[in-house]
């Protein structure tokens, strides 16, 4: 009896499970560019990197340009993030995408908006914070050597 009721239950929970999955939406991915770009700490330009809440604006790669992001300063692997700076809301129409709607960052400096939608993307992880967005930014893989961040994809 407990062994039919078990089935009987689990059943229910996969079918309501299966019916919440056929509504959502599907995610537009920000388009595929490749990237395989070095940025060396000890070049005088990049010296706000040497510290963490220090990011480099790097226009010329990804779709409209890429963040380097420096969360803390333990020499571990996640010490940088690298995120395009695509609104993940706008990119749904690739033919409108204009240089002059990539993301910003905004006046406290944790955040990054698009001045055409107004959506908000936390620094530190790339989420979205306020919308009309619903995905986070595309993020690249970075590695950190002794003086060098690499970042690809």
């Given amino acids: ?61 990804g779709n409209m340009g890429i963040i380097l992001y420096r969360r803390s300063d333990t020499g571990e692997s996640d010490d940088f993030v690298a995120f395009d700076l695509t609104c993940t809301y706008e990119v749904q129409n690739p033919d409108s995408l204009q240089r002059t709607c990539k993301l910003k960052v905004d006046n406290t400096g944790f955040y990054l908006e698009c001045p055409c939608c107004g959506s908000k993307f936390t620094i530190w992880d790339g989420l979205v914070a306020s919308g009309p967005a619903r995905w986070s930014l595309k993020e690249y893989t970075t590695s950190l050597t002794i003086s060098q961040v690499r970042i690809y994809n």
């Fill in 1 to 61: 009896m407990i062994y039919k009721s078990t089935i009987y239950l689990s059943g229910i929970i996969l079918l309501l499970l299966l019916i919440q999955s056929c509504n959502k939406e599907r995610q537009v991915p920000v388009p595929y560019v490749y990237v395989n770009y070095t940025v060396y700490l000890n070049n005088p330009s990049n010296n706000n990197l040497r510290v963490p809440n220090g990011y480099l604006l790097i226009p010329d790669q």
